[in-house]
Structures are given as C-alpha cells and as structure tokens.
C-alpha cells in the first residue's frame, strides 16, 4: 500500500468504453488505491465521472475532465486544470488508443490519419505539455501503452493500429534518452491479448476473429496465449503501477510486455 503516497497521477483514457474494466479505468483506481491523486480525462465525461465516483467512494481524491486528447487545445486545458487542482504532475499514464480493421490495401486514408491522431498524437501532446511540469519540479514518470502488436503480426489485419503503436515505442526511447538527464522517466507497456470492454465493443475485431460472435472469439483469442487464458486489465494497471512507483526509479525506456507469452510465440 501507499506505493504513490504523495503523488499526483494524470490517467488519460481514463474511462471505460462499457461496462467492466477496461486498462485505464484499472489503472486509475489502482493509482488511487496505492495513495496517488489521480487526474482522470476521457473523451466521454460519464465514463471520466464513473471512475472519479469509485475512486470517491474508496476514500481517494479524483477529479474528472473531459477532453478530446488528440486536440491541442484540450490537452493544454487538461494539463492547466491539474495544475490548479493538485499542483504537480507526478505520473502521465497515456492509455487513449482505437483499432480500424484493414491492411494497407483497405484502410482509408481518413481511417489511418484518425488512428494515427488519436493513438499517437494524443500521447506526444500530452507529453509537450507535461514533461515541462515535470522536469520544473524535479522528474516524473510517464506510461505510454503501446500494444504487442507493434512489434508482431498477431494474426489480425490492423496496420493503422500496429504502425501507430510501433511509432509510440520509438517516440517512448527517443523521448526517455532525451529527457532521463531532468529525471523524467518514459516507458511503454505492450499488453497482449487482453480481456477488455474495449475488444468486446470492437465489432471490426469480432468479425476479424468470429464473424461476429463475441463468445467464440474470447475462446480463439484464450487459445492463442500459451498460459491457456487472456490477461485483465488488471494485468495491465499492477505494470503501469510499477512503472509510475519510485521501485522502477532506475528504469527508462523500456517496452514492458504484458501478454502470457503469446509473443514468445509469434
């Protein structure tokens, strides 16, 4: 307990997509848990509040903003609030990310500048304006989550999804070299195959695995992962929890692969 006792944590994607647990909503609350005060943005301020409430409702402090993070404009306005509510910034969890089916035969070129801006341009605006905050006050640790699919084809036809995540883990080294003199820490976690809110409201991923047929797809995605099962969300949030805590003090740059095995596999 009291991992981030003192701490003030920015969760961007914050909410989840339906009901459950998807990776930002986990990642929220565990910060909350482990004594961070955490700031959580999503495009969808009922799913910002939600998680505010639970992290209320345990005794945390949160506030709620709602934001289209792959607009500068708002991710300025996001960063000014915390700054006024809480002071400082301490952890930047960027969690925002969407998948369009297609290779590069079929994807629209609207389709792959949306997942480009909102999978990458999110993360790299929200890191202008916070890694200012934090080399200010002494350092920080920033969380970019990638995906395995950036440095493996796992048998679904995402390009815009796999190429955008790839560019996230250059800009996370490039970015962690660049800055590791001021003392802000920058990596990446690449979750697998994961059991989300996320990938059960993605009809394109469904159809991709099981034309359409939620259930059978957790089964083929269950079997692709040598541990016999998909992670949780959870998985994912005990990772970034690492990463924002001072135990990772001496970490930058890495890609932390959070998938039962699945790409020691591929």
């Known amino acids: 307990m009291d991992r981030l006792k003192g701490k003030v944590a920015m969760v961007v994607g914050a909410g989840s997509i339906g009901p459950g647990w998807g990776n930002g909503k986990a990642t929220a609350v565990t910060f909350a848990r482990e004594g961070a005060q955490v700031f959580c943005v999503d495009r969808n301020p009922a799913a910002a509040e939600e998680t505010a409430r639970i992290i209320a409702g345990e005794g945390g402090r949160a506030t709620a903003f709602t934001a289209d993070v792959s607009r500068a404009g708002d991710v300025a306005a996001m960063v000014k609030l915390c700054l006024d509510t809480y002071g400082r910034i301490d952890v930047l969890d960027n969690n925002v990310g969407i998948a369009e089916m297609g290779s590069v035969v079929d994807v629209e070129e609207s389709e792959w500048d949306r997942v480009f801006a909102v999978n990458l341009k999110s993360a790299c605006l929200a890191m202008k304006h ?105 998985d994912v949030a005990n990772a970034a929890l690492f990463l924002a805590s001072d135990e990772s003090r001496y970490i930058t740059g890495i890609e932390l692969v959070v998938d039962g095995g699945l790409t020691c596999r591929s």
């Open 130 to 234: 916070v890694i200012p905050v934090m080399v200010a006050q002494g350092g920080g640790s920033i969380i970019n989550i990638s995906s395995v699919a950036s440095i493996r084809q796992v048998g679904i036809s995402y390009v815009s999804y796999g190429a955008s995540k790839a560019a996230m883990n250059q800009m996370t080294r490039t970015t962690a070299v660049e800055f590791a003199p001021k003392h802000v820490r920058v990596n990446a976690i690449l979750p697998g195959l994961m059991k989300t809110p996320m990938v059960e409201h993605s009809a394109g991923l469904a159809a991709s695995y099981a034309k359409g047929d939620v259930e059978e797809m957790w089964r083929k995605r269950d079997a692709q992962v040598p541990m016999g099962h998909m992670g949780e969300a959870w």
